[in-house]
Antibody, heavy 117, light 109 residues
Framework: EVQLVESGGVVVQPGGSLRLSCAAS????????MHWVRQAPGKGLEWVSL????????YYADSVKGRFTISRDNSKNSLYLQMNSLRAEDTALYYC??????????WGQGTLVTVSS | QSALTQPASVSGSPGQSITISCTGT?????????VSWYQQHPGKAPKLMIY???NRPSGVSNRFSGSKSGNTASLTISGLQAEDEADYYC?????????FGTGTKVTVL
């Protein structure tokens, strides 16, 4: 059974930094690209970032480019999102998702990031 | 990277059919056969319902179907049931990102 468990979400001040983690199990992690997707309270889904199976290619939404960095450690079956220069508008539930070509096959339950002073 | 356009809400009575539209451009919906649909119940993670425009994952009811014409994709739910009440999001692959739709709240009357 595919399982994705996000962690690391906390309350952080504007301008601060945070690293989210996603622990994967139930599938061969290094066979798949992985996404981060976020959802602000009461709002819709917003794609954040994608990383290839080997970490060699990364993609970002314009809203986070230059501030967020996606990475992975295949030896630990883990996905990460380093978030710097956080803004109030980054407040959201952050999901990791298993990438299939053209769609997101499985989603975690999310971890909540709140940016507030 | 603009969101795909969906109606804010769609409603129907039990047993009826409803259709949710998802409008993009030739650079996303119209350019690839990689449109997917996700169902999200309150407080829950999104669940894949349709992928590659019209394919259903194992375990998804055949009451859910997808199609595409030009820059607009559609999700049809037939034989509407109370459990179908949820938010629905379309998504499209692009060459450099993934786009989501604005979301549609489905209400079963």
């Amino acid at each position: 059974e595919v399982q994705l468990v996000e962690s690391g979400g906390v309350v952080v001040q504007p301008g601060g930094s945070l690293r989210l983690s996603c622990a994967a199990s139930g599938f061969t992690f290094d066979d798949y690209a992985m996404h981060w997707v976020r959802q602000a309270p009461g709002k819709g889904l917003e794609w954040v970032s994608l990383i290839s199976w080997d970490g060699g290619s990364t993609y970002y939404a314009d809203s986070v480019k230059g501030r967020f960095t996606i990475s992975r450690d295949n030896s630990k079956n883990s996905l990460y999102l380093q978030m710097n220069s956080l803004r109030a508008e980054d407040t959201a539930l952050y999901y990791c998702a298993k990438a299939h070509y053209g769609y997101l096959g499985y989603w975690g339950q999310g971890t909540l990031v709140t940016v507030s002073s | 990277q603009s969101a795909l356009t969906q109606p804010a809400s769609v409603s129907g009575s039990p047993g009826q059919s409803i259709t949710i539209s998802c409008t993009g451009t030739s650079s996303d919906v119209g350019g690839y056969n990689y449109v997917s649909w996700y169902q999200q119940h309150p407080g829950k993670a999104p669940k894949l319902m349709i992928y590659d425009v019209s394919n259903r994952p194992s375990g998804v009811s055949n009451r859910f179907s997808g199609s595409k014409s030009g820059n607009t994709a559609s999700l049809t739910i037939s034989g509407l049931q109370a459990e179908d009440e949820a938010d629905y999001y379309c998504s499209s692959y692009t060459s450099s990102s993934t786009l989501f739709g604005t979301g549609t709240k489905v209400t079963v009357l």
